[in-house]
């Protein structure tokens, strides 16, 4: 869906405490999930006020977000 939040908190709540402490003491896990978090805000602003722009960059933006939930989900689901 268009503008719909794709929040690791949001997508898997089951997991709160497990990010939130990965969070914590996990920088490497903590930068990627700030970068998933400002590329899925990013994507959703761009959806919702229908801004111009390359299909090619919406792609790349949209295959990085899904590259970084990847690898953030089989580390909080490891941990």
């Keep these: 869906m ?5 929040a690791l908190l ?3 709540p089951e997991y709160t405490v497990t990010i939130l ?6 920088s ?3 930068e990627n ?3 998933y978090d400002d590329l899925d805000t990013e994507i959703r602003k761009l959806e919702l006020r229908n ?5 090619e ?9 899904s590259v970084l939930k990847d690898k953030l989900y089989f580390q909080f689901t490891k941990a």
């Excluded at 268009?2 to 794709?6: R, V, Y």
């Excluded at 801004?51 to 299909?55: L, N, R």
């Excluded at 960059?57 to 977000?65: D, T």
């Design 10 to 12: 949001v997508d898997f």
């Design 51 to 55: 801004s111009p722009t390359s299909d």
């Design 2 to 6: 268009l503008g719909e939040s794709h």
């Design 28 to 30: 490497k896990f903590a």
């Design 57 to 65: 960059f919406m792609h790349q933006a949209k295959h990085e977000r």
């Design 33 to 35: 999930a700030r970068r």
């Design 21 to 26: 402490t990965l969070i914590d003491g996990d």
